[in-house]
Every structure is written in C-alpha cells, then in structure tokens.
C-alpha cells in the first residue's frame, strides 16, 4: 500500500471561506450569511443495493472533521473517532466497517461535517492501515497493495455548514458502478453517477478493444472477476500504459502555438480575465493583457496530462492554478489543436482526436447525464459528476448493477 499523494485530492481550505470540490482540488466561494449555516450536525445517507450481487457489503466513512482538522471515521450514526497514532511501518487501522445491505436492500447511517469518502467493499473488509502521517488510501496500482483483488470503489464528498457537496470519482479507477444523490429542500432530488444499459461491461470492452495498451487499464482477479480498469496516470506508474501515449499530441500542440496563441478564459464568470499562451522553445509562456508573464509550462509528458500535476500543477491561486485547470482539462479531451480559445464549452468536440484520454471518453460516453470525474479537473465547464444543495434533506448511494 502506497502513501504516495493521490491524484483525487479530498481537502478543504478554512471553512465558511471556501468549500472544496472533493476530487478536483477546485474551490468555490461559500457564503459566511449565518442564515446559510443551518445545515446540521449530521444528514442521513440512504445507501441502497441494486447491484444483484450476493456477497456481504461493507461500508465505510473516512475523512477529516471539519470543526477539528482531525482525521477519523464515522460510525452509522454519524460519530466521529479519531484515528489513533500511526507507525514508520504502517499499523492497522481499527476497523471502521459498516455491513452494508444485503441485494435489494436499503440501510440509512448519517454523514458528519466531514470532507472525506464513502468507501464501499464486496465479499471482503478493506485493509487501512496507519502511517506518522495519518490514513494510508488503498493504492491498488501498486500489485502488493493489500486491497488489490478486493472489489471495491469510494464516493468523495464535503458536508459544511453551506452545503453538501457529493460526487462519483473516476479519477483513480473505474470500479464497482455506483450513482449518488441529493434530496433539495423542495423534495425534488439530483443524481448523478449512473452508467446506461450495459454501460459498466461496455466500458470494459471499449478499453480492451481501444490500441495503444489502453487494454492493460483493466484489472482482474485470478477467478477471473473484473475488479476495475486503472485511471491512466496510475496505469502508467503501473507500467500498464505506455508513458509516451500523450507524447504526439502534446508535440503537436506545442507546434501549433509556436506560431499562434492560445487564449485561456479560466473563469466563466470573469471573461475579461484572459491569458494568452505561445510556445518558446520548450516552454508555453503566458501572458496577461499588459503583455507580461504571468506563468510558464514546460512540455508536459502523458502522466502530468493525466494527473493534472508535476508539470501541469495547479496550486489554489488566482492565475497559475486556474491556468493549468484548463490546460489539463484540454490535453485530456484533446480540444486544444480545435479551439484555441479555452475552455472549450461545448462537448460536442471533446475527445475527438486519435490521441486523447480514452479512458474518460470511455465512462463519459457511457454515463446517463454524459458527466463523469474522468480526470482531477473534469469540472471545467461542469462536466463533472457532482451534485450539491445548500440545505441537503438527505444523500444517496446507491449500488448500480454489473452489467
């Protein structure tokens, strides 16, 4: 098991300032109006199964508690424990399962103020372990990972006094197919998440059918079952996805806006704030409209595009952050060689290129509603799958079926 930094960043900068968007390392301006704090200690989460799958269904609820900045677990009722102390080698973890409901079945625990996940396990417990640095999050790309032929998945999410905040992740893996919800204050709900119709084998089967060695995404377990096809940056740590797969498409970005300019418009509801990028031996410098740089970009390789980090990073500021968002955003759909004004906003055009993130194509592609958290910055132009509501009534999970 890996303490390596995920790419699905769950966290929260000071409450009541800024909410993250679990899942994307984006926030979003949140109100401090008292009458907008009357969101509750805890909201009940129905988790529903519908997968048709017999085996025992163990839930979990790990995070950090927002009025502490401690991290810990959550029992049914919403209490919070905290973790006890790690060790250099990581320690066990106390067991902070949930059995889960059997087929066709429902069960309701509460969620806290908690920025964290809803982990969820079939036919075995997951193995969390404690590290001096806190939890260690099961990295199944790593072979010896103890969780590596469980099959399980996780839903990410932010409960503050402004809101809830839930969504589906796709960012570390396709796994065990899974939709979200919320029910607003007027009893109406928003889910998002849910694949059609043979969508979750379809997903599969464009993988392996997909060439380059998009295929080595998928991992199975020695009986055979499909436990779950990797996100592509962790593929190529794997060494399951070639780590030049990117490599001609960036190269001919770069080519393009040697001689053209690239326009960035990181915010929609600022769209005076522009930067124009041209390319400069090996580096992609952008400017503001007084003409000065304001940041700089190395030639990314495939996992940066994939990670939306290293050389595509992108801190919580006002320019290089929101910049590399949109860069990101466009390598991974592969609009930039179509528009050079971005984000693009419609995703008519999106992953039209023979080089692009299949995998995310792929689960978009077969998603109800066409949204998705293919990558860590999915959410530009609001393609990601996330709902909120600033007076949550209740949350859903629901467990979808396999097929």
């Known amino acids: 098991m890996s303490a390596r930094h995920r790419r699905t960043r769950v966290r929260l900068v000071p409450l009541l300032v800024t909410a993250a968007l679990v899942g994307t390392g ?19 989460l129905t988790f529903t199964n519908n997968s048709g799958r017999g085996e025992q269904v163990y839930v979990y609820n790990l995070g950090t508690e927002l009025s502490t900045g401690r991290q810990g677990w959550a029992d049914a009722n919403g209490t919070f424990h905290p973790w006890p102390a790690g060790g250099s080698v990581p320690v066990p973890a106390p067991d902070a399962s949930i059995a889960g409901p059997a087929a066709g079945k429902s069960m309701t625990i509460r969620l806290p103020k908690f920025s964290g996940r809803v982990y969820f396990s079939y036919g075995r417990k997951l193995d969390f372990r404690l590290a001096t640095g806190g939890l260690v999050q099961p990295a199944v ?33 396709v796994s065990a ?6 029910k607003r204050p007027d009893g109406s709900v928003a889910n998002t998440g849910r694949l059609k119709p043979g969508g979750y084998r379809g997903f599969f089967d464009a993988l392996r059918a997909q060439p380059g060695g998009w295929g080595g995404l998928v991992q199975t377990r020695s009986d055979g079952t499909v436990l779950r096809a990797l996100a592509p940056g962790h593929g190529i740590e794997a060494g399951a996805l070639p780590a030049g797969v990117m490599n001609d498409y960036v190269n001919r970005v770069w080519s393009k806006y040697a001689t053209s300019t690239l326009t960035v418009t990181p915010f929609a509801h600022q769209p005076s704030v522009k930067y124009y990028g041209r390319v400069s031996g090996n580096v992609m410098n952008f400017t503001n409209g ?6 700089s970009f190395q030639k990314p390789d495939s996992d940066s595009v994939f990670g939306c980090y290293k050389l595509l990073d992108a801190p919580n500021d006002q320019v290089r952050g929101p910049i590399s968002r949109t860069l990101c955003a466009g390598y991974n759909r592969s609009t930039l060689l179509t528009n050079p004004n971005q984000p693009d906003a419609s995703s008519a055009g999106f992953y ?3 080089v692009t993130n299949h995998y995310s194509r792929a689960i978009h592609e077969r998603m109800v509603d066409g949204k998705a958290y293919g990558f860590a910055f999915d959410d530009v132009g609001a393609h990601e799958s996330l709902v909120h509501d600033g007076s949550p009534q209740q949350a859903y999970v629901t467990l979808d079926p396999f097929d």
């Open 177 to 182: 197919p899974y939709s979200v919800g919320v």
């Open 352 to 354: 039209k290129d023979a």
């Open 290 to 295: 007084a003409g000065q740089v304001v940041t």
């Open 141 to 173: 790309q790593n072979p010896s990972d103890p969780n590596r032929d469980i099959l399980f998945n996780w839903s990410e999410y932010t409960l503050n006094d402004a809101g809830l905040w839930l969504n589906s992740t796709q960012v570390d893996m």
């Open 26 to 44: 984006v926030t979003v301006a949140v109100s401090s109006d008292p009458v907008e704090a009357a969101v509750p200690a805890t909201i009940p």
